[in-house]
């Protein structure tokens, strides 16, 4: 804006100094015009003058003055002259002055003049300025600029009057001459001085009109700039900085001045320096922007500060460039979320370990590098033995600290290159790179880490509600062997872990073609299973009880089967087992315990049947199921006195808990023990618990018939049983012999084919 006002300022002068020049030019001229002609004027005049001074001075005595003849003849002449020259005057309307003199030896007389002010007579010497009367006794007719005998500038005509002594002077004040352009030319000044001043003084104020605008402009620029949480710099060609906003001292605790004169490079950790450089070269020697250039600064108290530079060149008028300006913002915080962000994504919140989707990129990575390399690498798949029930019973956050633990260990076993991830809840991952491409060698190595593993995962560990022991079992997958993508490779050595845990606690089995076929096989069954919940494939067979005095039905035991779409009608022992090795037992239990429910207290409300329902060794260990059993007795109408829930033996054994059997009677429920006799372990668990059935395993009643021995075992069995004061059932009886020698013995109820087989619900009760 002032630039453009000095610019206009500039063209103002430029324009109004030759309209001077021409104005006073135009003037002078006029006067040199006006000073010409008055010369021809006045010469042209005196001229006439003096030829008519001449006829007067000869025939005066043609004048016919009254008075003349009173005066002499000279002064009547002079009087004559005068008048002519008045007159003359009034025509010319001009102020013309004369004087007519004489010359006689060193002197010149005055005979005639306009005025009386003039002198007598002037002594001729050698002094004498040119004044118009010497001039003309010097010999000349003329007219001149000159002075006067009076000192006066005048335009003079001086000529000779013909035939006489005389000299006519007619002069004019050259001041009054040159008076209207001087005035005129005074005036113009004035005036234009006038316009000036006005011009000047109205620039003036738009100029400090826009010197307030360009200064609160500037004032808001500032503050907008310093308001922001960005600094704004220029450097020179040097690349070292010549300005540098204050908000320099927020982001990289150095105050302007101590930037000043540096390079940005000084300000950065030596690579990054290196980095950015070679990233600048490019645009800096093409005089491009830099957009959006990520630099790791330092800040002066030693913590690191990540800015994003923009910058434009900027060069002189003739194109030449003098450096770049722009701007640095500050994203270390988004720079720090996007990594917190990137971490969440590609790391477990739990363990800080990699999660799933990592190790997966980074066996992506290990095959090709394994391809290339020609080595064998390898993948440990780990699953924590025993994690579920310490998560279960001491809560998620106990559960949380051993993962935690175990991750810290797996760390500590692994080398800085092997990659340790967290896939699934109690599952590990550890990507281990391998040196060789033998695969014997290998594997010589890898048990070694497997042991290492292990151990540390074996160790107590020690939380604040005491102290908890784990177990893990492994399977191993190579690298490129067994497959060519993540998903292949995690799957085999995944299936190598259930082999190993089927094997038993604390192991590790190494994946073969064979367990893939299994674990195929496996996530067939799994998937059908799945299916066959959804779309209700299952089906409830009630047993008859009988009593074994009257025959009378006293119950009937609730049998699952399951109505294959393909393969008919499946037993317990062929689905059973994957049922439980795929986790679904709980959910089968609580399916079992519906479809009941709907049998007997929504279709027959006031039935006063028992049913038997057996209930799974998992749901027995699992809180879940107890809570539901509960959950459904609170809000709906069960007749729990009328229940009676079947537990293995083998499952007490295993897992004896009598404040679940507690709860359950507590509910009114009772509990029997199934399968009685096949856990051969220590009959003990029966003092430490509360139970209201026995029922005898079958393969003790079909034995009877065998040997002697069998049938002993079977009496004492009995004995024993009634011994306990609970009611025995005796299942599998499919003879009358068979049903003779257990009432014999004392059992009180009598489930088998002798009475019935399994049927479904509709053949029995409608
Ligand atoms: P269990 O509870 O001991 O059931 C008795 C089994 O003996 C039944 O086999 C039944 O059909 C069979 N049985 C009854 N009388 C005779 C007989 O005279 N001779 C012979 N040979 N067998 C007889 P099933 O139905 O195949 O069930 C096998 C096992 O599967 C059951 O043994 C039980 O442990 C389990 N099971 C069956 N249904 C369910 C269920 O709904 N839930 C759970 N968790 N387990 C179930
Ligand atoms: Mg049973
Ligand atoms: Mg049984």
């Not at 109690?426 to 292990?454: M, N």
């Not at 998903?487 to 089927?502: E, H, L």
């Amino acid at each position: 804006m002032r630039t453009k006002n000095a610019s206009f300022l500039v063209l103002f002068l430029k324009v109004m100094i030759p309209v001077c020049i021409v104005i006073f030019s135009f003037s002078f001229f006029l006067l040199q015009k006006a000073t010409a002609e008055k010369k021809e004027t006045i010469y042209e005049s005196t001229l006439m003058l003096s030829h008519m001074i001449s006829n007067v001075a000869k025939f005066d005595r043609e004048f016919s003055l009254e008075d003349a003849f009173e005066r002499d003849a000279q002064q009547a002449t002079l009087y004559q002259i005068k008048q002519t020259f008045e007159k003359f005057n009034n025509i010319q309307k001009s102020q013309f002055e004369y004087y007519i003199a004489e010359k006689s030896d060193k002197k010149i007389k005055f005979i005639a003049c306009s005025t009386d002010n003039k002198p007598n007579e002037i002594i001729l010497n050698k002094y004498n300025v040119k004044t118009p009367i010497i001039e003309v006794f010097s010999g000349k007719n003329s007219v001149d600029i000159l002075y006067n005998h009076e000192h006066k500038k005048v335009f003079a005509a001086y000529i000779k009057i013909p035939e006489s002594n005389w000299a006519l002077v007619v002069e004019e004040s050259y001041l009054e001459h040159i008076k209207p352009f001087k005035e005129s030319a005074v005036y113009m000044s004035v005036i234009i001085l006038f316009i000036l001043s006005i011009i000047y003084f109205i620039l003036k104020y738009y100029e400090q009109k826009n010197m307030q605008l360009i200064n609160e402009t500037e004032h808001r620029y500032k503050n907008l700039l310093e308001s922001t949480h960005n600094w704004i710099w220029e450097v020179d060609t040097e690349g070292k900085y010549t300005y540098v906003s204050k908000q320099v001292e927020e982001i990289l605790g150095y105050k302007a001045q101590e930037i000043i004169g540096k390079s940005p490079f000084d300000l950065m950790p030596k690579d990054e320096a290196l980095r950015v450089k070679r990233a600048f070269k490019k645009i800096i020697e093409n005089e491009q922007e830099i957009i959006n250039i990520e630099n790791i600064n330092i800040h002066k108290n030693g913590h690191e500060v990540v800015l994003l530079t923009n910058g434009t060149p900027f060069f002189n008028a003739t194109g030449q460039l003098l450096g770049y300006r722009g701007v640095d913002r500050d994203i270390t915080d988004e720079k720090n979320k996007q990594k917190e962000i990137e971490h969440l994504a590609y790391y477990d919140l739990l363990t800080g370990l990699a999660n799933r989707k990592t190790i997966s990129i980074r066996i992506d990575e290990e095959i090709s590098y394994t391809q290339r390399n020609e080595i064998v690498s390898a993948l440990i798949y780990m699953d924590l033995d025993g994690f579920k029930f310490i998560n279960d019973s001491l809560g998620h956050n106990h559960g949380d600290k051993v993962l935690q633990i175990v991750a810290q260990r797996l760390k500590e076993c692994i080398r800085k290159f092997d990659v340790a991830s967290r896939v699934g809840g109690d599952e590990f991952i550890v990507l281990v790179r391998g040196k060789d491409k033998d695969y014997k060698k290998c594997q010589i190595v890898l048990k070694g880490l497997i042991h290492r593993i292990i151990n540390a995962v074996n160790m107590p560990i020690d939380i604040e509600n005491g102290v908890n022991h784990i177990g893990v079992s492994i399977g191993v997958a190579f690298i490129p062997k067994d497959g060519d993508n993540a998903n292949d490779i995690i799957k085999r050595a995944d299936s190598a872990m259930y082999k190993a845990k089927q094997m038993g606690k604390n192991r590790a089995v190494f994946y073969d073609k064979y367990l893939q076929e299994e674990a195929d096989k496996h996530i067939e069954i799994k998937n059908e299973l799945v299916n066959a919940f959804n779309n209700d494939e299952f089906v409830i067979y009630y047993q008859s009880q009988h009593d074994v005095d009257t025959a009378e039905v006293r119950g009937y035991e609730a049998l699952i089967r399951w109505k294959h779409n393909t393969k008919g009608i499946l037993m317990p022992y062929e689905f059973m087992p994957y049922v439980e090795k795929f986790g679904l037992s709980l959910e089968l239990d609580k399916y079992v315990c519906e479809k009941i429910y709907e049998h007997f207290y929504k279709l027959r409300q006031d039935d006063s049947i028992n049913i038997s329902i057996n209930i799974s060794a998992t749901s027995f260990e699992d809180p879940e199921f107890i809570a539901y059993v509960e959950e459904k007795v609170k809000n709906n109408d069960v007749r729990t006195n009328q229940v009676t829930l079947e537990i293995t033996e083998d499952t007490l054994i295993k897992n004896l808990d009598a404040s679940f059997i507690n709860r359950i009677r507590a509910l009114g429920f009772r509990v029997s023990i199934d399968d009685f006799g096949t856990g051969y372990s220590s009959l003990s668990y029966l003092t430490k618990i509360d139970f209201d059935e026995i029922k005898l395993d079958m393969t003790f009643i079909h034995a009877i018939q065998n040997s002697k021995k069998d049938e002993e075992i079977c009496k004492l069995i009995l004995h024993m049983c009634n011994e306990l004061g609970a009611n025995v059932v005796a299942e599998g009886i499919e003879t009358r012999e068979q049903l003779e020698f257990v009432k014999k013995e004392g059992a009180t109820i009598i489930q088998g084919y002798f009475y019935s087989k399994p049927l479904p619900y509709e053949e029995i009760f409608s």
